[in-house]
């Protein structure tokens, strides 16, 4: 058996501001820490049903959204929401706030709205109706920085590197490809890591070389195999009546199963469990961590712990 990384995670789940401030780190200046964005120009916008921005990346910083409006004309409305998406091309509403509608009783107001949920872009959706209406909207974007930020993202990623380890799950998006000599005995297989699987479709492909290396692909139906994403890890099983296949297999690693898994929100406390070892990173760099401390994580981290298996 080996299981191998095929395509690493991209996105950490626990940012370096998140880490920053356990650890209290901050720099000197306001100016270096806020960075403010017009992303709808200041202006007279025409009446329109869906006027929106390019979405922004906000990974990795605390991030507003402001409206500002200026004297608009009479009977004018301006309705304002957030907009989310993982990919900055699929945008859904974000449920966790919305603007005032803007009329010309408030039109000189400056609205602005806390962006809190774990998506990676954020974009407005405007609607103006009655006559053009006058404003801009701004995204700000806050993040404590020091010139230790690159080495502390890479103490996340070991940290959360740890915490897969101990709790044998994925917990950063990741593809695995896992190898086997052969089809085993039994009907079903044990993917490592397999937890969260998000759909059965994170299994992407079972391929099997025979002796002449030649490739070939079993098929995820009820003539072939299924897979129990609810298992822990999931697995893939055979269906019903159905065996592995029978051949010669290739000398060694034979079958291959490609399959993602991972979270998109953490846990509360493998996060909490992730933060407080890479800030044990950081803190005691150059001497070891404290046994105290961690077993005060690997306490947080046992809540989530798959057992039954081995690495």
Same mark, same amino acid.
């Given at each position: ?87 900055? *091309? /699929? =945008?859904? @509403?974000?449920? !966790?706030?919305?603007? +005032? ?8 107001? #400056? ?94 492909? *079972? /391929? =099997?070389? @025979?002796?002449? !290396?030649?490739?070939? +692909? ?8 299924? #897979? ?84």
């Amino acid at each position: 058996m080996n299981l191998k990384v095929y395509s690493a995670a991209t996105t950490e789940l626990v940012t370096v501001t998140e880490v920053k401030e356990h650890l209290r780190l901050d720099s000197t200046s306001l100016s270096s820490n806020v960075t403010t964005t017009q992303i709808v120009l200041g202006g007279y916008h025409s009446i329109t049903a869906n006027l929106t921005a390019s979405g922004t990346d906000v990974s990795g910083y605390t991030s507003m959204m402001q409206l500002e409006s200026f004297i608009n004309s009479a009977g004018a409305s301006v309705a304002c929401k957030i907009q989310e998406s993982d990919d900055n *091309v /699929t =945008y859904t @509403d974000w449920t !966790g706030g919305g603007f +005032t509608t803007v009329t010309t009783a408030n039109d000189t107001d #400056v609205q602005q709205i806390e962006y809190t949920g774990s998506k990676q872009y954020i974009r407005p959706y405007t609607t103006v109706t009655g006559a053009e209406a006058n404003f801009a909207i701004n995204v700000i974007l806050q993040t404590p920085y020091s010139s230790e930020d690159t080495e502390i993202g890479y103490l996340i990623t070991r940290a959360r590197l740890y915490a897969e380890r101990y709790q044998r799950r994925s917990l950063a998006v990741t593809t695995y490809d896992y190898f086997l000599d052969d089809f085993p005995a039994s009907p079903y297989i044990v993917l490592p890591k397999a937890a969260p699987m998000a759909s059965i479709t994170a299994v992407s492909s *079972v /391929t =099997y070389i @025979d002796s002449d !290396g030649d490739t070939a +692909t079993m098929t995820c139906s009820s003539s072939g195999y299924y #897979v129990d994403i609810n298992a822990e890890p999931a697995l893939i099983a055979l269906s019903y009546g159905v065996n592995w296949v029978s051949f010669v297999p290739f000398p060694t690693n034979a079958v291959k199963i490609r399959y993602q898994a991972g979270y998109t929100t953490l846990p509360e406390s493998t996060k909490h469990a992730i933060i407080m070892l890479a800030g044990a990173y950081y803190t005691y760099r150059d001497v070891g961590i404290p046994k105290d401390l961690m077993d005060t994580i690997e306490n947080l981290l046992e809540d989530d712990r798959i057992g039954g298996w081995c690495d």
